[in-house]
């Protein structure tokens, strides 16, 4: 199956016809159609099916064996297959008339009339469309077209290239998508969208039968084209296509920012936004984007206002919540009573509008569309608003006195600036070597404490993201746009000197996609770690939180990241240039960043093991955090890769059932996380480890649950031998090979007392 491609049973192989001869529409399951001219013709004559003859493309078949098949949802003895006057292609049981199986099913580059584009959520069915690799292969190429849509968000259509977003159509709105404005009642065609509990799909309808019209994805030049035939010169002509035009570019001008097709250049900051790299924006590179001129505050949301921005193209709705009861004064109170929400519309625009849609995160792929595209209020902090309700603008005043004076002046500053720097650098490398630190050992940026503090307006508690055993994280913006979190050590922190030192060490010699990158540090009066900015935080304030998780974490989700985790893990232990044992690995310490890519984060506690073959070592003193640590470890304090692997199990079983190991309470049983995982494996019910919420998700894969939970368990068994290696984790993972059968793990009953959950330094 996957080394051939046969296309019989697909509407790639309907040909319409204007004039035909005499034909039969149907054959019955003893007879057959060959590659001899022979066809079968719709009662109407408006189809033909009959075998595609490619020039280049040869399908050869050895010993009898077969090549295509598919299967049927039920058997029947006697059966005849029939081409419709729709150009459907169906399997019907003689019988009772009921169709087996039909081509409409399985679309491949051509949409039909009267063919669903979309999921059927009672069968798991998803139809959509996939070009041809070439004009003489029909195999399905990397250029896709499909309704996709998240848990609890609105559906719109995606096209894909290379598994990568090509083109969005925005939201639907009840009316329309609302950025396919080519999308309005013609002569040509009717359609529909339907959305309900059972089904999601588009389907469009044909006028008149004089009018032929079809729908075509085309690889060759990225396009879906609306084709209609034109008799008198025997050909298609294109009716309409998409993308139409730059502003149709997926994500073209960066989050935060509006196309314009009609401003040159196209790209514009949204009101209230600033470009994050003005070099970058100023040069037409927007792939940066645009930020928050104020930033805004969790704290004080109840101050926070919202901006009505008209005729856009709603922002890619990936990370979104909806209500059809709501109306939109309820929709915009419950958007500022939840700090995370950053826009808020209308999900039905009819009859002056009903419903709720809210938007988290950087609003991605917006254009404006000056007769088209919808109402959206856009969340801005209260004193970047006017009494209009409009976002304040500023004037900038330069007054120049003079050429000479002008240049003497800023000759004058540059002096003046170079000799503050030069003393503020040898400042800093005086308070290091004071430590024993060799500036050249640092291996990345040193950043001075007036920087930062300009970059977090002083620390300010409206920059604050967070507090941890080490101290409080701050955001902050540095005087180039870019955006950091800022990790500052507080003086009480278990984190000392030499752990510090051990993290800047550590981090700047990694680099990977599933790891944070770290961006300099501070060693002057206190000790601070600038880290790229993850604007989704830390796992934990997802899998925790059953609120943040009905809004953003569904299966799919969950398992790329445990994915990204095992691959992460699997750097350090074998692929970078040290090998090194984490030995803090845990919910909180993965952040993700704005599309959810986990990385792994916080080497303060981490080994290098300096032996070619050393694989682990052992301290007096244990670090880490309990409901994560290795048996070995936590009892002996034997640590190794192993013991990052019995960490890594514990958070896959974290992940899958929502649900903290340490803490975790059976009334049954005195159980962690860990004995109810297993004792459910033993008892032949492994799913219902799964989190509430998750069972109900119409996307879960419970053949790819139940692998995860499995190498979980693998991964948390008593001896470190028995536990698989990163490098088979990810395997695992990734393959359906059969994996061995877990034993006992490693695992501690729930203690009386409360222990701290994090524990001592060495």
Request: aromatic share 10%; glycine share 8%; with cysteine.
């Amino acid at each position: 199956m996957d080394d051939v491609c046969f296309v019989v049973f697909s509407t790639s192989l309907l040909f319409l016809l204007i004039t035909v001869s005499f034909a039969v529409d149907s054959i019955s399951h003893s007879q057959s159609i060959r590659d001899n001219g022979s066809t079968l013709v719709s009662s109407d004559g408006s189809f033909e099916l009959g075998f595609f003859s490619p020039g280049y493309l040869v399908l050869l078949g050895q010993n009898k064996s077969v090549v295509w098949w598919t299967s049927l949802s039920k058997y029947a003895q006697s059966t005849m297959i029939q081409l419709l006057d729709s150009g459907n292609f169906v399997v019907r049981d003689v019988t009772d008339g009921k169709s087996l199986w039909q081509s409409f099913d399985y679309p491949s580059h051509t949409l039909l009339p009267e063919m669903k584009m979309g999921w059927d959520f009672r069968t798991g069915l998803k139809r959509g469309l996939s070009a041809w690799k070439n004009s003489e292969d029909p195999c399905p190429g990397e250029f896709t077209c499909g309704i996709e849509m998240e848990t609890h968000a609105y559906p719109e259509v995606y096209f894909r290239k290379g598994g990568l977003k090509h083109y969005r159509s925005g939201p639907w709105n009840g009316q329309e998508f609302s950025g396919a404005s080519a999308l309005r009642p013609n002569p040509i065609y009717s359609f529909d969208f339907v959305y309900n509990d059972n089904e999601v799909y588009y389907m469009y309808k044909l006028r008149s039968k004089s009018v032929i019209s079809i729908m075509v994805l085309n690889g060759t030049t990225s396009t879906r084209d609306r084709l209609t035939w034109i008799e008198a010169e025997q050909t298609w002509r294109v009716y309409a296509s998409v993308p139409r035009d730059l502003c149709d570019r997926y994500n073209l001008c960066g989050a935060n920012a509006n196309c314009i097709i009609s401003d040159s250049p196209v790209c514009r900051c949204l009101q209230g936004f600033m470009p994050k790299s003005p070099e970058k924006w100023n040069s037409t590179d927007w792939s940066l984007g645009c930020m928050r001129k104020k930033p805004l505050s969790c704290q004080e949301s109840d101050k926070d206002r919202f901006v009505k921005f008209t005729n856009l193209k709603l922002p890619d709705a990936t990370h979104s919540w909806v209500d059809r009861s709501m109306n939109i004064k309820e929709c915009r109170a419950k958007c500022l009573n939840n700090c995370s929400c950053m826009a808020y519309t209308s999900l039905d625009i009819r009859a002056g509008g009903s419903g709720c849609a809210i938007l988290f995160g950087d609003l991605l792929d917006i254009r404006k569309l000056p007769d088209a595209g919808q109402d959206l209020y856009i969340r801005m902090s209260a004193s970047e608003i006017d009494d209009d309700g409009k976002v304040k603008t500023g004037i900038i005043v330069a007054v120049v006195i003079g050429a000479v004076f002008s240049g003497m002046l800023l000759v004058g500053y540059y002096v003046y600036r170079s000799r503050t720097k030069l003393k503020e650098t040898e400042k800093r490398e005086e308070n290091l070597k004071k430590k024993g630190v060799q500036k050249e050992d640092l291996e990345l940026p040193i950043f001075n404490m007036s920087t930062i503090a300009r970059a977090t307006d002083n620390f300010s508690d409206d920059m604050k993201l967070g507090e941890g055993g080490f101290g409080p994280v701050y955001r902050g913006t540095l005087a180039d746009g870019q955006e950091i979190a800022v990790k500052r050590l507080s003086s009480s922190s278990g984190q000392g000197f030499n752990e510090f030192m051990n993290e800047i060490k550590l981090i700047a010699k990694l680099q990977h996609r599933n790891l944070v990158k770290i961006l300099g540090c501070c060693v002057q009066e206190e000790k601070m770690l600038m880290y790229e900015y993850m604007p989704n935080r830390s796992l934990d304030f997802f899998i925790f939180d059953q609120t943040r998780e009905e809004l953003l974490l569904d299966w799919p989700k969950r398992f790329h990241i445990i994915c990204g985790i095992a691959r992460g893990l699997l750097y350090l232990h074998q692929d970078s240039r040290l090998r090194i044992i984490h030995r803090d690995l845990k919910a909180s310490n993965v952040l993700l960043d704005d599309e959810m890519n986990p990385k792994i984060s916080d080497f303060g506690l981490a080994r290098i093991l300096t032996g070619g073959d050393q694989t682990g070592g052992n301290t007096k003193r244990v670090v880490g955090t309990y409901g994560y640590m290795a048996p070995e470890y936590a009892a002996d304090g034997l640590f190794s890769v192993k013991s990052d692997v019995f960490s890594f199990g514990i958070l896959v079983l974290e992940i899958i059932s929502g649900r903290r190991n340490k803490g975790f309470y059976d009334p049954d049983n005195s159980h962690n996380l860990i004995g109810n995982a297993w004792r459910l494996w033993n008892e032949g019910r492994p799913l219902e480890l799964i989190d509430s919420w998750l069972e109900s998700s119409c996307n879960l894969s419970e053949v790819e649950v139940l692998r995860c939970i499995e190498v979980g368990l693998l991964c948390v068994q008593h001896h470190p031998e028995d536990r698989p290696s990163m490098a088979s984790v990810v395997i695992m993972l990734g393959s359906d090979i059969a994996l061995a059968q877990p034993k006992q793990p490693g695992f501690f009953m729930e203690k009386k007392h409360e222990a701290s959950p994090d524990i001592g330094n060495e």
